[in-house]
């Protein structure tokens, strides 16, 4: 078996390593989403409805990603592919960071205080594993060169600086009475969330061990 053969082999494993991840980005997200929404509904929640859009994004990402896997095994489209799905979740930053500007906001002006909700906490604690798949998405987007892979694994771990945001907001409030912690902290990761969507936008996003 010569390199060129193992490289491929390396390659395909790598691949189908990197579908399972986005399948369970799909699934996780579209579960988490669907639980926020009706929870925040039924509360009148406007923060755990906010936090399922969120979710919807990552999903949108995830479907994305999937695609771009999907299509790894044929090189002619692999970069046209790669291209198209990098600033695709360029978007998805960019949407994100429009929500959570416009989310911000909103409370702050309107004094709006973190609803005490044990699903938004529960939901927000299982979230803070996340930094396991980001590791795991960011290892194959190294391996297979993949800077729309390597987008996608930013977004999860925005969304899980995000998720851990929510859960301090609802601690604080219910401790401290601190309200306008969590729009304030959400604000301050505005312009991280929207200089990572631009860099997915022009096809900036690298996959070198440095990158973070």
């Not at 399922?52 to 692999?78: C, K, N, P, Q, Y």
């Not at 979230?127 to 930013?154: C, Q, T």
């Amino acid at each position: 078996m010569n390199a060129q053969t193992v490289q491929i082999k390396d390659r395909a494993s790598l691949v189908k390593r990197g579908r399972r991840l986005e399948y369970f980005t799909i699934g996780y997200n579209s579960l988490e989403g669907l639980i926020a929404v009706a929870a925040g509904w039924i509360a009148g929640s406007i923060a755990l409805v906010g936090f399922g859009f969120d979710s919807l994004i990552e999903v949108t990402s995830g479907a994305v990603l999937l695609w771009r896997l999907h299509a790894d095994v044929d090189e002619a489209r692999r970069e046209r592919v790669e291209a198209i799905s990098l600033r695709t979740v360029g978007i998805c930053f960019v949407v994100l960071a429009i929500y959570v500007t416009y989310d911000s906001v909103k409370s702050l002006v309107r004094r709006e205080a973190p609803q005490e909700s044990i699903v938004g906490i529960a939901l927000a604690a299982v979230s803070l594993v996340m930094p396991l798949l980001v590791r795991a998405k960011r290892k194959v987007a190294r391996g297979i060169n993949s800077g729309a892979l390597m987008a996608d694994s930013k977004q999860t771990e925005l969304c899980t600086y995000l998720s851990a945001i929510l859960l301090g907001g609802l601690l604080l409030n219910a401790l401290l009475s601190w309200w306008w912690a969590d729009p304030v902290a959400a604000i301050v990761m505005v312009p991280i969330i929207i200089k990572e969507g631009i860099e997915a936008l022009r096809g900036e996003t690298c996959c070198d061990d440095e990158c973070h």
